[in-house]
C-alpha cells in the first residue's frame, strides 16, 4: 500500500513556456501532499505544503506565483512551473502524507519524482 | 546548529559487513523518526519508522531510538551492494507534519 505516482516522469520545455506535474496517491486519501526540489548532490528541499481544498503553504525564498500548485482533490496535487527558465531544471519529488493512528504516527510517501529539463 | 544532522560519508563497508548509521537532532520534543534510502537519480523510499526508545527491527534493518541523547540510528546487517544508496533521516515536526532532512550519508557496500 500507499502508493504515489507522479506524472510526467521526464520533461523537455523551453524557456517561457509553461510545465504541469501531477502528483497522485494512489491507494490513499491524502489531505496533504508535499513538493519539493532536489539539485544533483544535495538534499531535499521543500518548496511548500498542499492542502486539499485550501491555498498551499509555501516555504521561505519560494515564489508562490511562479510554483502554482493545486490541489483540487483528496488524491491528486499539481505543481505547475511558469514562465520555466534554465535555472528551474531540476528534480521534483511530491509525497503524501498518509494518517496514522494518531497524527505523530503519520508517514510521508514519496512520488517517483519528475526530472524537468528547460532549455 | 542543524535542526538534523548525519555524516555525510562515503561510509564504505565490504558486503555481508553491519553499516551504523547515526543521526542526531536538535529538537527535543520530536516524537516521529523516518529513514529513507534515495538510490542515485531516484525518490527517497521509507525504510523504517520509529516513534519510541529503543530498537525496532525489519529484517535486515534495524533502527534505533534514544530521545535523551537525540539520536536515532540504522543498522544494517549483511550489508548487500544493492543497499548501496544515500540514507536520510527524517525528523517530523510536530505542528504542520513537515518532515525535516539531514543532508543524508552515501553508503557503499563493497563486494
Known amino acids: 500500500g500507499a502508493v504515489v505516482s507522479q506524472h510526467p516522469s521526464r520533461v523537455i520545455c523551453k524557456s517561457g513556456t509553461s510545465v504541469k506535474i501531477e502528483c497522485r496517491s494512489l491507494d490513499f486519501q491524502a489531505t496533504t501532499m508535499f513538493w519539493y526540489r532536489q539539485f544533483p548532490k544535495q538534499s531535499l528541499m521543500l518548496m511548500a505544503t498542499s492542502n486539499e481544498g485550501s491555498k498551499a503553504t509555501y516555504e521561505q525564498g519560494v515564489e508562490k506565483d511562479k510554483f502554482l500548485i493545486n490541489h483540487a482533490s483528496l488524491t491528486l496535487s499539481t505543481l505547475t512551473v511558469t514562465s520555466a527558465h534554465p535555472e528551474d531544471s531540476s528534480f521534483y519529488i511530491c509525497?503524501?502524507?498518509?494518517?496514522?493512528?494518531?497524527?505523530?504516527?503519520?508517514?510521508?510517501?514519496f512520488g517517483p519524482g519528475t526530472r524537468l529539463t528547460v532549455l | 546548529q542543524k535542526e538534523v544532522e548525519q555524516n555525510s560519508g562515503p561510509l564504505s563497508v565490504p558486503e555481508g559487513a553491519i553499516a551504523s548509521l547515526n543521526c542526531t537532532y536538535s529538537d527535543r520534543g520530536s516524537q516521529s523518526f523516518f529513514w529513507y534510502r534515495q538510490y542515485s537519480g531516484k525518490s527517497p523510499e521509507l525504510i523504517m519508522s520509529?516513534?519510541?526508545?529503543g530498537d525496532k527491527e525489519d529484517g535486515r534493518f534495524t533502527a534505533q531510538l534514544n530521545k535523551a541523547s537525540q539520536y536515532v540510528s540504522l543498522l544494517i546487517r549483511d550489508s548487500q551492494p544493492s543497499d548501496s544508496a544515500t540514507y536520510l533521516c527524517?525528523?517530523?515536526?510536530?505542528?504542520?507534519?513537515?518532515?525535516?532532512f539531514g543532508q543524508g550519508t552515501e553508503l557503499s557496500v563493497k563486494p
Open positions: 520509529i516513534y519510541s526508545n
Open positions: 509525497s503524501a502524507r498518509a494518517l496514522g493512528p494518531a497524527a505523530f504516527t503519520d508517514t510521508q510517501y
Open positions: 527524517a525528523v517530523k515536526r510536530n505542528q504542520g507534519g513537515k518532515l525535516i
